[in-house]
């Protein structure tokens, strides 16, 4: 299981001050971002002899983010119209537009960023993509993730215990539940979910949360038909 490449598009260098991204990203051209990126699963594929599961970074793209990741979720001001024909141009053509299956990426990772102006009203700004169903589902309704999607294409939340969703759950740092936040990434789209180093308010340590999630999740499968059809599916 390999996270990346990073499919980020930045729109200027000064986006990469106070970031993460770095060298990690291939740069600012959405053409040179698609080929490289292109070329860099096919390889990851191609050297493993089709034993990696390669899983593109940070889905929809936090290229136009307007602060780093690790701190309050961060904010991209565009319409989905914009983001088709910029942000997402890379990740369309390493799912539903990819030339081979050796270019095709299993998974996607699903990034903790909010859009403002999502659906081409400014004054509204979604949650965390990673949490937000609608949103989500309105982006992967695109016939590009569609196909790509009933094809087995993986949705993986970003790290659940991360600084962002503790922020964004939690701002008083005091009734951070992860059972709850692994329920919504889960009911938003996700089919795995990165845990990370996730610890509740009330538990002493990540094992014990972990366990305590799982026990949650398997007593809502048996009282809730509509979380079971999730899970089954």
Do not use: C
């Amino acid at each position: 299981l390999f996270f990346g490449p990073s499919l980020d598009i930045l729109e200027s260098p000064e986006a990469l001050q106070g970031t993460t991204l770095g060298s990690s990203v291939f740069g600012g051209d959405p053409y040179w971002v698609t080929e490289m990126g292109r070329a860099y699963i096919g390889g990851l594929h191609d050297g493993s002899g089709g034993r990696l599961v390669v899983v593109a970074t940070h889905f929809p793209g936090r290229g136009s983010a307007d602060r780093p990741a690790g701190e309050e979720p961060a904010t991209v001001r565009k319409s989905l119209e914009a983001l088709k024909q910029f942000d997402l141009a890379p990740f369309f053509a390493v799912t539903g537009n990819a030339v081979s299956p050796q270019s095709t990426v299993d998974g996607l990772l699903v990034s903790h960023i909010r859009y403002q102006g999502f659906q081409g009203n400014i004054r509204s700004t979604t949650r965390p993509v990673s949490f937000d169903p609608q949103a989500l589902s309105q982006i992967m309704s695109l016939p590009e993730f569609a196909t790509w999607r009933e094809n087995g294409g993986l949705m993986i939340s970003d790290d659940l215990g991360s600084q962002t969703v503790r922020r964004f759950y939690d701002p008083g740092g005091q009734t951070f539940s992860a059972r709850l936040i692994a329920r919504d990434a889960f009911l938003a789209g996700n089919d795995l979910l990165n845990l990370g180093n996730i610890v509740s308010s009330d538990a002493p340590d990540n094992y014990t949360t972990v366990v305590r999630a799982l026990e949650f999740f398997v007593q809502k499968y048996r009282e809730d038909s509509a979380f079971a059809l999730r899970v089954d599916e």
